[in-house]
């Protein structure tokens, strides 16, 4: 649509403002030039009607595209902005003194340059605003004000008021290093590109006349062009590689870089001294071509690296930055989310960011949760339920009691734990790299060695043979084989909702072969329900039940969120204590309790009333009431074993539950090896037994009685609704309830030990293949450059299967993904 052409909707009842369907009755309309338009909604009214009270008609006029339908008409007050008052918060994106600051926001609901117009207009004519420029591109606004003659919120509520709810935009540094990085080495490329084709659009002449050659002042003119245009290719798009080198050299470290530079450098100074004198071999071409190519494989690494971490950058940014915090009375009060804590009570409207841990007071929702766990599909929360700070509220509002805030919140943690991952390379990054430096030394050595010879042999051959051998032998690809694999490997499990916490995790679960579940939690979603209560003595039913809540109040088990309904107030239970794998112990009103096994709970239990998960709760040792529970199987849980028995690894069942409990289920997936009525000890003992014939272990689970099973296994998963030390014992965490993702781990794992091994037999293949063709003069610089680079490529290509989606489905194939 021309720039210029006025739009407006098709049908008279349709929105003026934004093109969507009029409902019937709707008394909400625009007068502009003594005629009515018809507007859907009050949001749209008020927008409109800002526009228009403004002087600012003529944007209807103007407009290609229709805008967004406002979301919410309430944000046009300016009291809904006030939270950007804050200096505290405006010291993270508000830049300049107290006479004049400067901003940069992020802009919703930019649809053509009409908005841009609107926007620009609207704010330059507020007293206080000295200029403000929108990026149409990016959808950014540039704002310069005064801050002692207007507010930001004032300035932030006039956007909202005419369409454009505005934020501030504050990309994180690493994020910005990130991209000055690549915008700077996609320069390099491109300088290097041209130089490569124009230089050798000069050399071909001199390839394509044979021994007859060229004539003089035409060889001479295209020499003297092809210098002019390496020189920037040497100088700029060169340039990492030599302070690399010049480092490595410093620090008596030779890497790859290395033999790159006196490649580059050499070749470079001796064709510019051969085109001064007018004698000997000139090579402009493969200089040129030799960092194009060395440029572009670093390119392609570095751009599954950026993939790798773009999953850790929007998880840093996924909490928002305000919350509406819920006073005593009710009344909600915006404020930072930084300020929240535990126990607060905060409104998330739909649309808006869940801003910290917290648990469902009311209302029911569905949320988007798939940038934590890798799940596309939204998941319903009801009350009761625990939301996740960083998950996107969609259909309805809801009010929240914060769990936990600030630093505690699931995503911090996951942050942290990612951070741990990458503190320590892995053993196969170190050996990789270990082997590139023992190559880059006998590549230098045979480097010498074959100058030596061939000074003998053929002096003016000696300096361009020795080349060929440092080009073709550049160990480019043995140095990306292994980092590259490993980054496309953790980007790939990341987005699939696994998140790796040691840096060893991918080689070991490469050799795993027995995989050891727990059963609560882990093979069932560990969503317990409490489905019948039995009193022994003629109980109040009701008042036993908020005795056993005021004990499993004080445990993370899954069990106690069964529990958490059943709580009343004045019965809570103090001095409570825990036995892993049995059950609580704690006084309430004096008296003392037990909740549990019923082994446990009471010196001589009665018999259970059926093959049920009974929970016994006892008073001073007399038992008072039976809890029978139920837990439901993971839907993935066949299909997750099945896998894994394809691929050899054999699976066993350990779980403290009961024997009928834990037959029952094992029978019900085709699990051979089980054991019931496991303590935590027991778990270690068997743990240990397996290891100690040699295997190695996988454990899974989820519970504080995981932990000591966790830490000795050679590989620990901690499932996504794990207790926070399970986490931070565990090797792999899940962020999705889908259990089919350990099996699909190990899957990536065995694939990317493959294609390390790949990589480093092609690269040894091929420079062993050409290193004595260069040596003995059968290569020339240019063909080496073209081999070399090849080989890099080859590599990178390779590794990148493993980022995505489609590669290596046969892995899984029993499980959908």
């Avoid at 934004?18 to 507007?39: F, K, Q, S």
């Avoid at 340059?113 to 926007?119: D, E, G, N, Q, S």
């Avoid at 935009?169 to 000055?180: G, H, N, T």
């Avoid at 051979?672 to 743990?687: H, I, Q």
């Amino acid at each position: 649509m021309e720039a210029g052409v006025a739009i407006h909707p098709d049908d008279t009842r349709s929105c003026y403002h934004c093109g969507e369907p009029v409902p019937e009755h709707a008394a909400w309309t625009l007068e502009i030039d003594e005629c009515r338009h018809p507007l859907c909604c009050p949001g749209c009214e008020a927008v409109a009607r800002a526009i228009v009270a403004g002087g600012l008609a003529s944007y209807y006029r103007f407009r290609t595209a229709l805008p967004e339908r406002p979301r919410d008409h309430h944000d046009t007050r300016a009291e809904q902005w006030s939270l950007f008052d804050d200096p505290g918060l405006q010291a993270r994106f508000v830049h300049g003194d107290d006479t004049l600051v400067n901003a940069t926001l992020a802009v919703d609901g930019i649809t053509c340059a009409a908005c841009a117009w609107l926007i620009e207009h609207r704010l330059n004519a507020l007293e206080g605003v000295t200029g403000s420029a929108v990026d149409l591109t990016h959808h950014r606004l540039r704002l310069e004000w005064e801050p002692h003659r207007i507010a930001l919120s004032r300035l932030l509520a006039e956007l909202a008021s005419i369409g454009y709810p505005s934020r501030p935009f504050e990309p994180d540094e690493a994020q910005q290093r990130l991209q000055r990085e690549s915008h700077r080495q996609m320069r390099r490329l491109i300088v290097a590109a041209l130089g490569m084709m124009q230089a050798l659009m000069f050399s071909l002449p001199f390839y394509l006349a044979g021994e007859a050659g060229l004539d003089g002042d035409f060889g001479h003119l295209f020499h003297w062009l092809a210098l002019a245009l390496t020189t920037p290719v040497v100088l700029y798009a060169a340039q990492p590689f030599f302070h690399q080198a010049w480092r490595d050299l410093r620090n008596r470290t030779p890497g790859m870089d290395v033999p790159v530079s006196l490649a580059i450098g050499s070749a470079y100074l001796a064709s510019t001294r051969s085109v001064i004198s007018g004698q000997g071999e000139v090579y402009f071409d493969s200089v040129s071509m030799f960092t194009f190519f060395l440029l572009f494989g670093r390119h392609l690494e570095a751009r599954a690296r950026r993939r790798g971490g773009a999953a850790g950058n929007a998880l840093a940014e996924l909490l928002p930055i305000s919350a509406t915090r819920l006073d005593d009375d009710g009344e909600p009060r915006i404020l930072p989310a930084s300020e929240l804590r535990v126990g607060d009570r905060v409104l998330v409207k739909p649309g808006h960011g869940v801003p910290a841990d917290g648990v469902i007071e009311s209302g029911h929702s569905s949320l988007d949760e798939s940038t934590l766990t890798g799940e596309t599909q939204p998941v319903a929360r009801h009350v009761g339920d625990t939301v996740t700070g960083g998950s996107q509220n969609i259909e309805n509002p809801l009010t929240l009691r914060i769990t936990h805030a600030g630093r505690d919140t699931r995503v911090a943690s996951i942050l942290d734990l990612t951070d741990r991952a990458f503190a320590s390379r892995p053993r196969l990054a170190l050996r990789s790299a270990h082997l590139a430096h023992r190559f880059v030394l006998q590549v230098l050595l045979i480097a010498a060695a074959v100058a030596l010879a061939w000074w003998f042999i053929a002096p003016e051959r000696a300096f361009w043979v020795t080349l060929s051998v440092l080009v073709v032998t550049c160990p480019c690809a043995l140095a990306l084989a292994t980092p590259t694999a490993l980054t496309a490997a953790h980007g790939r499990l990341h987005r699939r909702g696994a998140l790796l916490t040691r840096a060893d995790a991918l080689e070991t679960l490469d050799g795993i072969d027995r995989v050891i579940f727990d059963k609560t939690g882990t093979l069932t979603t560990g969503e317990m329900r409490l489905v019948e209560t039995r009193s022994l003595d003629g109980s109040d039913p009701r008042r036993l039940r908020a005795i056993a809540a005021s004990l499993e109040a004080h445990s993370e088990h899954p069990i106690a969120r069964a529990f958490h309904p059943h709580r009343l107030p004045g019965v809570t239970a103090e001095d409570v204590t825990r036995q892993s794998g049995a059950g609580l112990e704690g006084r309430i009103e004096g008296t003392r309790w037990r909740f549990g096994r019923p082994d446990f709970a009471a010196d001589s239990p009665p018999a259970p009333p059926d093959d049920g998960h009974w929970l016994l709760l006892a008073e001073a040792g007399r038992p008072r009431a039976w809890f029978a529970l139920d837990d439901r199987l993971r839907e993935d849980a066949d299909a997750t074993l099945a896998t894994l028995r394809l691929a050899g690894i054999e699976v066993e069942l350990l779980s403290g539950d009961t024997e009928p409990r834990v037959r029952a289920l094992a029978e019900r997936l085709g699990i051979d090896d089980w054991t019931a009525a496991m303590s935590p000890e027991d778990k270690l003992a068997r743990l240990r037994s397996h290891q100690s014939r040699g295997e190695r272990i996988a454990m899974v689970g989820d519970g504080i009685n995981d932990v000591p099973v966790l830490a000795g296994a050679d590989v620990a998963f901690a499932m996504n609704g794990a207790t926070d030390l399970a986490r931070t014992r565990a090797d792999v965490v899940l962020l999705t309830s889908r259990l089919h993702r350990v099996a699909e781990t190990i899957g990536i794992a065995r694939a990317t030990r493959r294609v390390i091994r790949q990589n480093l037999g092609w690269a040894l293949v091929y420079n062993l293949s050409a290193l004595p063709l260069a040596a003995c003069g059968l290569v020339p610089p240019w063909l080496a450059a073209i081999g070399m680079s090849l080989s890099s490529l080859v590599v990178v290509g390779n590794a990148l299967r493993l980022a995505r989606p489609t590669s290596f489905h046969h892995l899984t194939s029993p499980v959908s993904s």
